[in-house]
């Protein structure tokens, strides 16, 4: 029978500790009720003796981790950090008692590394070991015999190895349930955490009896190879956060961890069935909707290209086979492959793209001139834009080449002008363009994009939802933000004259540097008609005007697209 994993998810706790984000009891308790959902088998909501920490606990103890007041099929474990402190202690024991007696823990920890020894809380092994005994019985007999107790050394992995070992000892025996072994500082090399564990499991008495626990930072970007380590040395309970967030550079993601221990199934032998991969993507999509931070690029599982493909040679192979480069299922964590037309892409791609979306078969369908035009085309395309072409796009380049369609725009925004204040409903008076007819459209709407999406419908008749909205500022430029380093680095005359081409060039959206006030607007909308989506991009110095021409882009789409 192969041993179960046990997710710890501290996402609401050490997540919480990420700088330059804040998040609300309204965010904390969605995250928690989706955590609950996947199936984590605890969730460490926060540390009592924060203000802010203790009614997310109150609450997630209360109707999450409850039977009678769950909605759930799942009841996970609540637990609350706290200091090795008699206040501390009981404090966290109020924050959960709300939870079922079995669905309760209390988390007890203190540095015992040389640097937190000396330049953290002061106090000296004798004293530690003393704290620990204190501290783990106050909270064994506050959770009984149903609830658990968790111990962790803080900063295992830079402690003196024989210090480190009294420490877990002496929390064993005063009846901890779950010894964590965290590297805190993201310090260990791999191996050497494997090692640390092992030699624990081999000398600790009573060790046998509890759940080892790796809690491993990223500081050194190891933290998932780490953290593997730790559980092929014995480790059964793994403590991360969706979207690796924590201190620095955060906490293992434990859902990387989860899909590697289900890539090397055959490998690891670990059981991790309870948790709901197939919900991974949207877990971390609300997590980052909360936090109000985009999804990484190209960060496992959850990032926006994890599954997607451009260059001819990967393409080639993926259509063939998507295990050739995907070695884990999209599906698997609610994701889907996508094979997207950029500046790396061949014929294969673009042939590929026209199949998936009903042109037929290259030489039967149309010919090898137009396949050649149109991987040139879409190649160009994709440096102006600065990625690769949206589906709208590709498909409305398709429809030049391939079906003769006019590259004309049939919607034009002449002018607009936005009227209303801090108290009244914004209005927008618009002046369009619509098949060579000058419109003069008025919209209302809750701000003054909703009000110039209403003036759109009423100019052009179409019934069309914004469903998503995307706004960046364009730094770009000797000078601007973030290209600072280039001040420092020598330039002769004609390589100086090729960056001021590229700077200011036809193809560049910019006249001049952009800095701060006067950077340009960067917008991408997701239009939705008749359940289709259709994307556009705008740019332009108004923030609104490009939002709008974002708008207009996605509507002329649309008017082609269904040969209107």
């Known amino acids: 029978m192969r041993d179960r994993l046990k997710v710890l998810d501290t996402t609401l706790r050490d997540g919480m500790q990420t700088p330059k984000i804040g998040v609300d009891e309204w965010g904390r308790f969605v995250i928690a009720k989706a955590l ?21 606990l109150r609450r997630v103890s209360k109707y999450i981790g409850s039977r009678e007041r769950s909605m759930l099929e799942h009841v996970p474990v609540i637990c609350s950090l706290a200091r090795l402190v008699k206040d501390d202690i009981e404090l966290a024991y109020d924050s959960i008692r709300l939870a079922d007696p079995d669905k309760r823990r209390i ?51 830079r402690t003196d190895y024989e210090f480190l070992a009294k420490t877990v000892e002496e929390a064993i025996r005063h009846g901890a349930d779950v010894i964590n072994v965290p590297d805190t500082t993201g310090f260990a090399r791999p191996d050497q955490y494997y090692d640390i564990i092992k030699k624990l499991r081999e000398e600790v008495r009573g060790i046998e009896n509890v759940t080892l626990s790796a809690h491993i ?39 990387v961890v989860i899909e590697n221990l289900r890539v090397h199934e055959d490998f690891y032998g670990i059981d991790t069935n309870h948790i709901k991969t197939e919900k991974f993507f949207e877990l971390a999509q609300l997590v980052s909707n909360v936090i109000g931070k985009p999804l990484p690029l190209n960060h496992p599982v959850s990032g926006e290209v994890a599954f997607t493909t451009s260059s ?64 040139r085309r879409a190649k160009k395309m994709s440096i102006k834009l600065g990625g690769s072409l949206s589906e709208t796009e590709a498909m409305l380049l398709a429809e030049e080449i391939l079906g003769g369609a006019s590259p004309e725009d049939a919607v034009e925004l002449i002018d607009y002008v936005v009227e209303g204040s801090k108290y009244d409903k914004p209005r927008v008076n618009a002046v369009v363009k619509v098949n060579e007819n000058v419109v003069s459209s008025k919209g209302y709407g809750v701000g003054p994009v909703d009000a110039f999406m209403n003036a759109i419908k009423n100019a052009t008749g179409l019934e069309i939802e914004l469903r998503n909205w995307e706004e960046n500022a364009i730094y770009r430029g000797m000078g601007a933000p973030g290209f600072e380093i ?30 701060g006030q006067e950077a340009w607007a960067k917008s991408r909308v997701e239009i939705s008609y008749k359940g289709q989506s259709y994307f556009g991009r705008g740019v332009a110095q108004n923030i609104l005007e490009s939002t709008y021409n974002a708008i207009i882009d996605a509507v002329n789409a649309i008017v082609k697209l269904n040969r209107f």
């Not at 609950?36 to 997310?56: L, Q």
């Not at 590394?113 to 070991?129: A, C, D, P, V």
């Not at 956060?241 to 620095?248: F, I, K, S, T």
Request: with cysteine.
């Open 486 to 515: 280039l001040d420092e680095i020598p330039f002769n005359e004609e390589e100086r004259a090729f960056i001021e081409k590229g700077r200011n060039g036809k193809n560049n959206y910019m006249s001049k540097v952009s800095k």
């Open 217 to 255: 930072h990223n500081d050194s970007g190891n933290a998932v190879a780490t953290t593997l380590k730790g559980i092929e040395a014995g480790v059964r309970q793994v403590e991360g956060c969706v979207l690796q967030l924590g201190e620095r550079a955060g906490n293992v993601d434990w859902l």
């Open 36 to 56: 609950a959902y996947v199936g984590v088998d605890v969730i460490e909501a926060g540390f009592a003796a924060n203000e802010i920490d203790y009614p997310t």
């Open 107 to 157: 988390h007890v920890f203190i540095g015992t590394s040389k640097e937190l020894m000396e330049y953290s809380h002061g106090k000296r092994e004798k004293e530690i070991i003393g704290m620990i005994r204190d501290g783990v019985s106050i909270a064994r007999e506050l959770m009984g015999e149903h609830g658990t107790v968790e111990y962790s050394s803080e900063d295992a992995l």
């Open 312 to 375: 001819g040679i990967h393409v080639k192979g993926v259509i063939k086979n998507r295990k050739t480069y995907h070695v884990i299922e999209p599906e698997s964590v609610g994701r889907g492959s996508e094979i997207v037309l950029g500046q790396t892409s061949g014929r294969n791609t673009v042939a590929n793209f026209l199949r998936e979306h009903g042109y037929g078969e290259a030489c039967i369908d149309y010919n090898a001139k137009q396949l050649e035009e149109l991987t």
